[in-house]
């Protein structure tokens, strides 16, 4: 019996040693690798196309990026519909900074792209020093240098080049894999496709002069709010801006400097709030905003936060400094079941007269009294047109 076994167990060493020479084990091993590569870009890329908004994408990117390897550089451009400001996002280590790439070397290397590439070729990883010649001398000088960029993406939609990806060396140094290439290209690829469903979603629910969401996305997303607030017992503020006097302004230094004011106070708005509270351009010279999880206390101290930041800004016009302010009217929103949107903002606009009429360049916050929302329930909405 043991000389039996002892027989068995060399014929399966043998049989072992046998495959180890022919190859066939180390095929087996890389198709376990090629399987389980397979199986995280379909994950992946199952979770990308998901997502709608352009910021969730490019943090998920870096999110799988961070897992897998780390560029020292990465940076994405792209040039949204019906806007003419180039986007930007750049990374280093993945950690995100305030960096700015010259929009002219967007404009040369999308130029080189809509020349010699097609749609099919989206999101194509191409090494950049192959393209770096044929580049202005300039433009690689004061801005490529700074990048050093080992891989360049495009990018391409119906209408040619839309976006620029570039990607560096990794932090360690240590070269890229033939798999993290192709989990590059594949990924990129699916990206060309959902950013630019993202960007033309984003374009139709944004106002295209300030960048801000538009008044019927605003009460779309008071909508989910109050679904929320219902039930979860949860509370939210609205806020109505109105610049002060605008149209004396408009009258004094012209249309062009009125909209750079809207501009201005929209991106005043961006760098103020946070990145879920709900900011639109609701009229010509009025904005709203949503905010979430807050009581009648935080949202007077974000409105006159937001009040502040605007009267610091300064616009100039031929050096000369112009300035303005606004008049804020807002409301805090407890859990009440049949309240609706035109309601709430209503009521806003309420406490938005009552600032323009004591003085302007305040804030005041109204909450929903028990008579308010006593003539809610009953539909009884005559106190929403009283001054």
């Known amino acids: 019996m043991e000389e039996s076994n002892y027989e068995s167990t060399m014929n399966i060493l043998t049989q072992f040693q046998n495959l180890q020479q022919s190859g066939m084990l180390s095929s087996v091993e890389n198709l376990k690798k090629e399987n389980t590569d397979l199986i995280r870009i379909v994950n992946d890329i199952s979770h990308l196309i998901s997502l709608t908004q352009v910021d969730s994408m490019i943090d998920f990117l870096c999110s799988r990026f961070l897992e897998y390897f780390i560029p020292d550089k990465l940076v994405f451009l792209f040039q949204p519909p019906r806007k003419k400001h180039l986007r930007q996002y750049v990374y280093r280590r993945l950690v995100k900074t305030d960096e700015n790439i010259s929009t002219d070397c967007f404009s040369y290397i999308k130029e080189y792209f809509d020349q010699n590439l097609t749609q099919e070729q989206s999101g194509d990883v191409h090494l950049f020093s192959e393209i770096k010649d044929k580049l202005p001398q300039e433009i690689v000088d004061e801005t490529i240098t700074d990048i050093n960029p080992l891989f360049v993406i495009p990018l391409i939609a119906i209408g040619g080049t839309y976006g620029i990806v570039f990607i560096t060396n990794k932090i360690n140094d240590s070269e890229y894999t033939d798999s993290q290439i192709s989990y590059i290209s594949r990924i990129f690829s699916i990206l060309s496709i959902t950013m630019q469903n993202g960007l033309h979603y984003e374009s139709s629910i944004t106002d295209a002069k300030t960048g801000l969401y538009t008044n019927d996305f605003f009460f779309q997303r008071l909508n989910s709010a109050l679904s929320s607030i219902k039930r979860y017992n949860q509370s939210a503020g609205v806020l109505i801006l109105d610049i002060d006097f605008f149209k004396k302004f408009n009258d004094t230094w012209g249309h062009l400097l009125g909209d750079k004011v809207l501009i201005s106070i929209a ?20 904005f709203s905003v949503l905010l979430s999880q807050c009581t009648q206390d935080s949202v007077f101290k974000v409105a006159e936060r937001i009040r502040k930041a605007i009267e610091k800004m300064v616009i100039y016009e031929n050096n000369t400094p112009l300035k303005v302010t606004v008049s804020i009217g807002g409301v805090i929103i407890d859990h009440h079941e049949f309240l609706e949107p035109r309601q709430i903002f209503k009521k806003a606009d309420q406490a938005l007269y009552y600032s323009k009429e ?30």
């Open 267 to 286: 991106n005043t708005l961006k760098k103020t709030l946070r990145n879920e509270d709900c900011i639109a351009r609701f009229g010509g010279e009025e």
């Open 358 to 387: 004591h003085g302007r360049n305040q804030s005041t916050i109204f909450k929903l009294g028990l008579l308010d929302l006593a003539k809610m329930r009953n539909n009884d909405f005559d106190f929403l047109e009283e001054e």
